[in-house]
């Protein structure tokens, strides 16, 4: 009883200011909806939806999201993994490495988005001059952020730079929680390092591993504010995912009605991962 | 063995300093830049600023309202972090101490604010403080801010609180403490780490807003740092130096404060998030 009396002001908190939006978000989605001005819109059933699936910005949205979400999923777990296993052996000036491995993530994602944008700047940029010097590419002029098919791999750069931070934490927790006695038994076994990864540190984050990648699936498909700041959705609607592509029906197009019917499917979409990821959670640990 | 002990340790520093060199790279180049005189329009590149324009550090407080911009970050984050800790730490005390089934489904209940891209709810948002006028107020952005914070720091928190044996809270119950006051008292001292842990995940959240306050601050003297820095951005004649100085500066107040939590951050993200 006293529980609940102290989870209230929270609960009350997250009803009113989640809940309620959420409310009113699937309402407009059914009503015939411009501004959000207009006081008695009319009820148009799932017309907004309907229209959704034969849109080509959505299904557009569908694929660069997609795309997006692969590409932070595979960026930000690798490059945490690697980091992770790099940092779980001592060595010397670790502490120093540790702080500017995390250090990325400490950043704004505005402050993320100004540095590489200024690093992939076409003409002045240092990674093109970089790119250009080694002979990985045969110009120094490589448009990243103009042209489209490129721009998703500069968000990629930027986002995965900003959250992968987040993937080493969890890793290095999970390799910790791996028993010594483990990887004793391996050495005595005589496994390489590769069987030691294979056999022992890999089975024993699959808890971690799993959580991480659900949570990466989240934050990539929340992910907002680096795209926005960065492209905006362009060029040519090359980086619109569905979280941008609800914005801008909303508040470039005046399109109050469609956006809310967007919102509410990526809403279903993330509540139905939620709902996985809590059956998983659930599952690893019983309650007592 | 000993072949095999240098090539270990030959692999294990190239591997550290070649992810360091690509990781840190960025940051250095954003403060290499900022101190370069002039529009930094020079190819190629110079890698090092021979002659450091210290003074591209104070001209930026001029060319935009940057000092009321830092102070209004300072107020969002403070707000968020009072908030988020204020509420979180008692639902967390209830979740830690009261274990069952349909309050830890209420503490998932309230993960949805970290699952949900804020997009969808910039309408009802937009809608709700238009008729509350929390447009164009750093408290709106607190508030919403807020609710993106919570979820995260209930459960960070929580994980704290379970390290605390009941035997302490229930000797301080004994003892005639209240359930708050054994709150106050025992756990919120013995979870120390954890407090500082979610105070500065508030702080940093609520300083790194940008999405909100871009919608809804409307006057320039009301902006925060992260909006002044993205608009600064998009100006046709940008002064690539300037930006650089000015991210610099933005960036330096979470940087600084993750450097000095940093143990007990990592501890309460992972506490949070793995355990339940």
Same mark, same amino acid.
């Given at each position: 009883m006293f529980a609940i009396l102290l989870m209230a002001p929270t609960v009350v908190w997250t009803l009113i200011v989640l809940v309620y939006p959420i409310a009113i978000t699937l309402r407009n989605s059914v009503h015939n909806i411009?501004?959000?001005? @207009?006081?008695h819109p009319s009820f148009i059933g799932l017309a907004n939806y309907a229209a959704l699936f034969q849109d080509s910005d959505f299904w557009q949205a569908v694929r660069v999201t997609v795309e997006f979400t692969v590409g932070n999923l595979v960026g930000s777990f690798g490059f945490g993994l690697l980091t992770a296993l790099l940092l779980q052996h001592r060595f010397w000036g670790r502490a120093a490495a540790r702080a500017i491995l995390l250090l990325p993530w400490a950043m704004p994602q505005v402050a993320a988005v100004v540095i590489w944008k200024w690093l992939l700047q076409? /003409?002045?940029?240092a990674a093109n001059y970089i790119l250009w010097r080694v002979h990985?590419?045969?110009?120094?002029?490589?448009p990243w952020l103009s042209q489209p098919k490129l721009a998703l791999y500069a968000v990629l750069f930027a986002t995965v730079w900003w959250q992968y931070p987040i993937a080493t934490t969890f890793l290095q927790a999970g390799i910790q929680s791996v028993s010594l006695d483990l990887y004793e038994a391996a050495g005595i076994d005589g496994a390489n390092a590769w069987q030691r990864f294979r056999h022992v540190t890999w089975p024993g984050l699959e808890p971690v591993r799993n959580i991480l990648l659900l949570m990466l699936l989240f934050w990539s498909l929340g992910q907002v504010i680096i795209i926005w700041a960065m492209t905006a959705g362009g060029p040519a609607r090359a980086t619109q995912t569905l979280a941008i592509l609800v914005y801008t029906r909303a508040?470039? @197009?005046? /399109?109050f009605g469609s956006a809310s019917a967007l919102a509410t499917i990526v809403l279903a979409v993330s509540l139905t991962i939620g709902l996985l990821y809590y059956r998983l959670v659930m599952r690893t640990e019983p309650v007592g | 063995m000993p072949a095999w002990g240098v090539a270990r340790s030959v692999l294990l520093y190239g591997g550290v300093a070649l992810a360091c060199l690509v990781v840190g790279f960025p940051i250095y180049w954003m403060a290499a830049s900022a101190l370069?005189?002039?529009? #930094?329009?020079?190819?190629?590149?110079?890698?090092?600023? #021979?002659?450091?324009?210290?003074?591209n550090f104070t001209q930026i407080f001029t060319i935009n309202p940057l000092a009321h911009w830092l102070a209004n970050s300072l107020f969002v984050a403070a707000g968020t972090m009072v908030c988020a800790v204020a509420l979180s730490v008692h639902a967390a005390y209830g979740m830690s101490r009261l274990r069952t089934r349909p309050v830890v489904a209420l503490g998932f209940l309230m993960l949805i604010g970290q699952m949900i891209p804020v997009t969808v709810l910039t309408i009802p948002f937009y809608i709700v403080f238009r008729s509350l006028h929390l #447009?164009?107020?750093l408290s709106g952005i607190v508030i919403a801010t807020t609710t993106f914070t919570v979820p995260l720091c209930l459960w960070m928190l929580k994980g704290f609180f379970d390290g605390v044996p009941r035997e302490l809270d229930e000797a301080a119950l004994t003892d005639g403490c209240t359930r708050l006051g054994s709150l106050y008292r025992v756990v919120l001292p013995a979870a120390l780490p954890g407090v500082v842990a979610a105070a500065t995940f508030g702080f940093m959240t609520g300083w790194n807003e940008f999405f909100f306050a871009s919608i809804f601050l409307s006057t320039e003297t009301k902006w925060v740092g992260t909006v002044g820095l993205v608009t600064y951005m998009g100006q046709y004649f940008v002064q690539w130096s300037a930006l650089m100085a000015t991210a610099f500066v933005i960036s330096l107040v979470p940087a600084v404060l993750f450097l000095r939590t940093q143990r007990y951050m990592m501890a309460g993200i992972t506490q949070g998030a793995v355990k339940t």
């Open positions: 411009g501004t959000g001005f @207009d006081p076409t /003409q002045y940029g990985l590419s045969a110009t120094p002029n490589i508040f470039s @197009d005046f /399109q | 370069e005189p002039g529009s #930094l329009f020079n190819f190629p590149p110079s890698f090092f600023p #021979l002659q450091p324009a210290w003074s #447009l164009d107020t």
